[in-house]
């Protein structure tokens, strides 16, 4: 895994992201309860911007970031932006975009992955879940 990031973790989300669609597609599902396909990752400076040409899906990962990787993008249609941080709708940085800010649980983006693979492996923890 190369290291983009400071941070091990964003650098762990930003793998399984361009390693996973299904977890790609359900996170832009769990935004606008749309499916979509061919979504592409990029790393940007202080987010993740996932898109194809129907979305373009930020996420932020670090606080006091720079508001010109949302700039570009936020007149544009369907231009979502995702925090895994309860706290980021209340920081003064991002006053700008604080009802655009879309918090997401990174447990229901789990089990909303979970839900949309298809794998074996996949269906056998969900065989798992069920057990009483």
């Known amino acids: 895994m190369k290291l983009f990031y400071e941070r091990l973790e964003h650098n762990e989300l930003l793998s399984a992201l361009e390693n996973n669609q299904t977890i790609c597609k359900s996170l832009a599902y769990m935004t606008t309860f749309k499916k979509y396909e061919n979504l592409k990752v990029v790393p940007k400076t202080h987010s993740i911007e996932i898109f194809n040409d129907e979305l373009i899906l930020s996420i932020i990962l670090y606080v006091g970031f720079e508001n010109n990787e ?10 979502q932006i995702v925090s895994f941080q309860k706290t980021t709708n209340e920081m003064y940085e991002f006053t700008e975009f604080s009802n655009v800010i879309k918090f997401i649980e990174p447990k229901a983006l789990f089990y909303t992955s979970l839900s949309f693979a298809t794998d074996n492996f996949s269906n056998d923890l969900k065989t798992i879940l069920e057990i009483n």
Request: net charge neutral; proline share 0%; no cysteine.
């Open 70 to 79: 949302y700039v570009e993008n936020v007149n544009k249609s369907n231009f």
